[in-house]
Each structure stands twice: as structure tokens, then as C-alpha cells.
């Protein structure tokens, strides 16, 4: 039987300085590794120059480096960038590259379908397959790194945490990912260029203010009424908009940082006076600021936008009400890149 090599970059940094002096080598050879793993992006043992034939061979015969391939780039007429990448096992996620005059924004993903069942998600559809490691993450962060310095001839500036998945049900990989790609070890980048957005998981939003997390939070809200917000993200049934709002409150007060609260409007589902007022009192308790996106149609539309007059007495509302707004338009539509139409057609 063949016995199953370890992916190599499962292990921590101690843990590579510990095999190596398990072999009877120097520790020192683990951070060797380290580094061609991470800052350098190795994908074979073979171009690692500084270990000798011998070392390279050892690790070879006990490991593997699993990356990513992009299988297919796909260009939309706005310059968004949509990435289908195969993992080793097979299984294909998507993120994007979200240029504008400024920013290089990535939209990654951080499990292969989803848990969670909201109706207006193209990846609800999907089952939840399997979470991504963090070094599937880092490796959507770099490809979309890559892609930028080559195509708009600058770094990748932001990270959006928006792609396939919810990030809180993939805890510990999305934080180790984010660790990665904010170490000096790894990319380097500010932490303050990440968000990562949640459908509102309370018990780790908590955890994530106890663990003093550095990076901005989103909450996908679309209705601050529980009755609504049920029928059309299941799921607050269970997580309740006061167990959100009491983590969030919780959040703020650890973490000072000010939450951004996703939002769509749909024809018929939250286009009343009522909604924006509950909307307007949900953002009362914590400094926060809303983002009105575009829905991209995921079908036979069972889900509408609603219209521009009724986008507008929500803006209106919302900025009477002292709370800042910003209006999203949608970008890839025509690669099915938007938000929540990842996984369309794949
Ligand atoms: N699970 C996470 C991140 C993935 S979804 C979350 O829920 O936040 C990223 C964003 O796209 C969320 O705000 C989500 O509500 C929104 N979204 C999902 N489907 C959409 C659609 N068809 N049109 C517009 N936005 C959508």
C-alpha cells in the first residue's frame, strides 16, 4: 500500500525545526523550508538551492507541497479577473480579482460550497464539500498577487474574505491564512486590508474580538427583522439578530473597529418603511456603516432588486439617521464573478 505523504505545509514553523533535528540535521534547516514554503512560494523541494541533494531527497520522500492550479482565468469586460482553481483532490473553488483605478481588491474563498443555506446564494446550492486548508487560501491570495503585478502592473492592495464559504465555519484555517498572509513571514501585507465577511456566526465573532483579531469585519445582514432575515438566510433561526447584535456590541467594544453591514434589497421581501427603520436601529449600537449591493441574479427570479426609488429612501434613511451609506455596483456579472454567483455554472 502507498503510504499518504504529509503536506508539507500543514506543519508549523517549530514543527519543520523539529523534524529536521528529529533526522539528526540542524533546526535551523526548518526555517529554511519555511521560507521557500511561504515567502517564496515554492512548489517542488527540487528549487530549494540552499539544502543540499541529499536533504531535498529526504524531504521528497516524506512530504508533498499540495498547491493550487488556476484552471481557467476568465477576463470580464470591467477587468474583473474570475480564477477557477483546482485543489490536489480535485474539488474547484473560485476567487476574483477586483481592479479599480486605486485597489486591487481579492475575493477569496474559504471552503468548497457551503454550509449555510441562504436562498439567494448561487454556492448555497452547492453541498458543503469539504474547508479549505489555510495554504489554499494563501495560494488564492498569491495567484490573484501574481495576476495583478501582471496585468495592472501593481500588488494586490486588499483581501475580501466574500468568495465561496463562510469563513467563521472554517475558524482556525481562515485565522491561520490570515496569519500567513500578514506575517513578514509570508506576504507581509497590513491586516487592516482584509475583511472578512460573516453571515453571523455570535460565538465566534466573540471569539474572534477575545482573540484581538487586527483585520475589519462584514456582516451580510439583508433584514435587521428576524422573521425576514429567517425566511431568506434559514439559519437565523438558530443565530438570532440579538445573539448577532450582542456579539457584535461585543466585538466593537474589544475591537474598536467599526462594522460594515452587507446588504441587498429585494422587491417584496425588504423594501418597506419598516425594514430601513429596523435597519436604522440595528446600527445604532455599534458604530457601523452600510453597504447597499447590487443582487446579481442567481435564476429564474424568485429574487428581485429592488428599485432605484426604493434604494434611494433607504440611503435617505439611513444618512437622516446620521449613518453612513455607500451604494455597490456589481463587478464580473458578465463572468458570473459577482457576489454569490460563484459556482454558477461550474
Ligand atoms: N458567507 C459569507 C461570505 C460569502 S458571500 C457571508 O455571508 O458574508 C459574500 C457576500 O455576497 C455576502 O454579503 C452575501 O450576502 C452576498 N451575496 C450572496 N448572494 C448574492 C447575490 N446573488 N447577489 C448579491 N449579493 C449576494
Not at 499518504?4 to 523539529?18: I, M, N
Not at 475575493?107 to 457551503?114: A, H, M, N
Not at 482584509?194 to 453571523?200: A, C, D, N
Not at 428576524?226 to 466585538?251: G, Q
Request: glycine share 4%; charged share 30%; with cysteine.
Amino acid at each position: 500500500m502507498e503510504i499518504k505523504k504529509k503536506d508539507v505545509r500543514a506543519l508549523t514553523k517549530e514543527q519543520l525545526r523539529d523534524f529536521f533535528e528529529g533526522q539528526g540535521d540542524k533546526p535551523f534547516r526548518g526555517n529554511q523550508v519555511y521560507e521557500w514554503l511561504w515567502q517564496k512560494g515554492a512548489h517542488s523541494f527540487d528549487i530549494m538551492t540552499n539544502l543540499s541533494k541529499i536533504t531535498r531527497d529526504m524531504l521528497e520522500a516524506n512530504f508533498v507541497i499540495n498547491h493550487i492550479k488556476v484552471d481557467l482565468m476568465q477576463r470580464s469586460s470591467d477587468g474583473t479577473i474570475k480564477n477557477a482553481v483546482r485543489l490536489h483532490d480535485d474539488l474547484v473553488v473560485e476567487s476574483v480579482l477586483i481592479p479599480t483605478k486605486t485597489r486591487t481588491t481579492a475575493c477569496v474563498s474559504s471552503q468548497v460550497g457551503c454550509s449555510l443555506d441562504c436562498r439567494f446564494c448561487a454556492t448555497s446550492r452547492l453541498k458543503r464539500m469539504r474547508n479549505l486548508n489555510p495554504d489554499e487560501i494563501y495560494d488564492q491570495v498569491v495567484a490573484i498577487d501574481n495576476e495583478s503585478r501582471l496585468y495592472f502592473d501593481r500588488p494586490l492592495s486588499n483581501i475580501v474574505f466574500m468568495g465561496m464559504g463562510e469563513p467563521l465555519m472554517n475558524y482556525k484555517n481562515v485565522i491561520k491564512a490570515i496569519d500567513m498572509i500578514t506575517s513578514p513571514e509570508g506576504l507581509g501585507m497590513s491586516p487592516k486590508r482584509i475583511i472578512v465577511s460573516t453571515s453571523g456566526v455570535p460565538k465566534l465573532i466573540k471569539r474572534m474580538a477575545d482573540e484581538e483579531v487586527r483585520f475589519k469585519l462584514a456582516v451580510s445582514l439583508h433584514s435587521a427583522i428576524d422573521e425576514i432575515r429567517t425566511s431568506i438566510m434559514p439559519f437565523n433561526a438558530t443565530f438570532t439578530l440579538s445573539d448577532l447584535r450582542e456579539s457584535l456590541i461585543y466585538w466593537y467594544e474589544k475591537t474598536k473597529s467599526r462594522i460594515t453591514y452587507e446588504y441587498v434589497v429585494w422587491k417584496g421581501i425588504n423594501d418597506k418603511k419598516k425594514d430601513v427603520d429596523a435597519l436604522v436601529d440595528f446600527c445604532r449600537f455599534a458604530p457601523s456603516k452600510v453597504n447597499l449591493i447590487e443582487y446579481n441574479p442567481i435564476d429564474d427570479g424568485e429574487f428581485q432588486q429592488a428599485s432605484n426609488a426604493t434604494i434611494d429612501m433607504y440611503v435617505e434613511t439611513l444618512e437622516k439617521n446620521g449613518i453612513t451609506v455607500t451604494v455597490r455596483r456589481s463587478r464580473g456579472k458578465d463572468i458570473d464573478a459577482a457576489c454569490g454567483q460563484l459556482a454558477n455554472k461550474s
